[in-house]
């Protein structure tokens, strides 16, 4: 059974940083597109920054109210991935979920996209509360 598990989740002041990592299970050891997305209460879940580990590619993408502010960075020897936030801002606050879609390099359009239903893998999700 295919498990991601996310953590590094909790609550900061304006200003802050954090950190949230998503290891993934063996199954998921293969070419896939990895997401971020958050949901705050009353509203739909977004994509927030996506990679791909297929090959010996570095690629990155970014909803555009994150850029410049939150990194994506995946390990793949641990099969994990992170979601670095910085300057987090109160409408940051959400519970943050991993995602993943196995995708080959062939699949592959040239970018992970940030779309909810394009992904099959989900984690349970970790809180984020930014505080003014």
């Known amino acids: 059974q295919v498990q991601l598990e996310e953590s590094g989740g909790g609550s900061v002041q304006e200003g802050g940083s954090l950190r949230l990592s998503c290891a993934g299970s063996?199954?998921?050891?293969?070419?896939?597109?990895w997401g971020w997305f958050r949901q705050a209460p009353g509203k739909e879940r977004e994509g927030v920054a996506a990679?791909?580990?297929?090959?010996?590619?570095?690629?990155?993408d970014y909803a555009d109210s994150v850029k410049g502010r939150f990194t994506i960075s995946q390990d793949k020897a641990k099969n994990a991935v992170y979601l670095q936030m910085n300057s987090l801002k109160p409408e940051d606050t959400a519970v943050y979920y991993c995602?993943?879609?196995?995708?080959?390099?062939?699949?592959?359009?040239?970018?992970?996209?940030?779309?909810?239903?394009?992904?099959?893998?989900w984690g349970q999700g970790t809180q984020v509360t930014v505080s003014s």
């Open positions: 995602a993943a879609v196995t995708m080959t390099y062939a699949e592959w359009p040239g970018y992970c996209p940030l779309i909810r239903t394009e992904y099959f893998w």
């Open positions: 063996r199954e998921i050891d293969k070419s896939a597109c």
């Open positions: 990679t791909f580990s297929g090959r010996e590619i570095t690629d990155t």
